[in-house]
């Protein structure tokens, strides 16, 4: 049986880099507390645990004045910053540079568009760690979009700016912006001289789709590794499912189930942004373990 890792499944760069900064401080002995789960991956959170990384909460800044904390890369709101100044917290930061570059764009739409009674529009999950980051650019008075009915309530004949979390579906964005546009007709023959839209999801995300469609049509299995609360394993995982019916969910090895593997020639394995590498290893090793099992 021939059994293969998606070339380019693996961290984005973005958590590749939070998790080298969080292992350099470590190595060097610096305490690190991380705010929030570093990655949207158990296991990946358990290794880094064991090696002497803790995950705080925002609601336990006050208890860590003058120690370490590393800030992910989802971005933190400027309160968070605010609280680690008023208790000469030590911010180690390691939000990825296109969450930085994002937060700066929405700031500075929701500055111009004060004046002119306009709505900057978030499309992203609620309560995402890096859509709170977003908001807290706007004061927290951008309107997050997760689906058509969010848009309930918008003043659609004012100017509105859109922009989409970098971890977010392409297609979904632009059914969002394409119901906005609509909307914006009733009161506007010419939509596009009220709405700014922002193409702002990550191109290491976005390609990712169309790829790992292909990969699983090229396997008579595939196996996706994921963690359960990431939102890109969910999208990336519907697409394994579209290309390839016999495509199975699991967190870890111990999940794997023999019998996806019958009448098998290939099986392909991939994961989410946030699945390491090591992970998806180990599943390989554990399908290799399985099939000679069976011989």
Request: charged share 20%; aromatic share 6%.
């Amino acid at each position: 049986m021939k059994i293969e890792i998606d070339p380019n499944a693996g961290f984005c760069f973005g958590v590749v880099n939070a998790i080298e900064t969080a292992e350099e401080n470590l190595s060097k002995g610096t305490e690190i507390n991380c705010l929030g789960e570093i990655v949207h991956n158990e296991m990946e959170n358990n290794r880094l645990k064991g090696i002497g990384m803790k995950t705080v909460k925002h609601d336990q800044l006050p208890e860590l004045a003058g120690r370490s904390v590393l800030i992910r890369a989802h971005g933190e709101p400027p309160s968070t910053y605010e609280l680690a100044k008023k208790y000469n917290i030590k911010l180690v930061d390691a939000t990825c540079p296109v969450v930085l570059k994002l937060q700066e764009r929405v700031r500075k739409a929701w500055q111009r568009l004060q004046s002119l009674g306009g709505t900057v529009i978030i499309y992203g999950k609620k309560g995402h760690a890096e859509v709170i980051g977003l908001c807290g650019q706007t004061n927290n008075q951008a309107v997050v979009v997760q689906d058509l009915n969010d848009l309930d309530g918008i003043n659609f004949g004012k100017p509105i700016e859109i922009f989409s979390q970098t971890t977010k579906e392409p297609e979904h964005y632009r059914e969002i912006v394409d119901e906005i546009m609509r909307r914006i007709a009733i009161y506007n023959p010419q939509p596009d001289s009220l709405l700014k839209v922002n193409n702002t999801i990550c191109g290491q995300v976005s390609n990712r789709k169309p790829h790992i469609k292909a990969f699983a049509q090229k396997h008579d299995a595939m196996i996706f590794v994921s963690g359960t609360n990431s939102s890109n394993g969910k999208m990336l995982f519907d697409a394994c499912l579209e290309a390839n019916p016999n495509s199975h969910l699991i967190v870890n090895a111990t999940e794997l189930k023999p019998e996806w593997l019958i009448g098998c020639q290939s099986v392909g394995i991939s994961g989410a942004t946030s699945t390491p590498l090591w992970l998806m290893q180990e599943v390989e090793s554990a399908i290799e373990a399985i099939v000679k099992g069976k011989g």
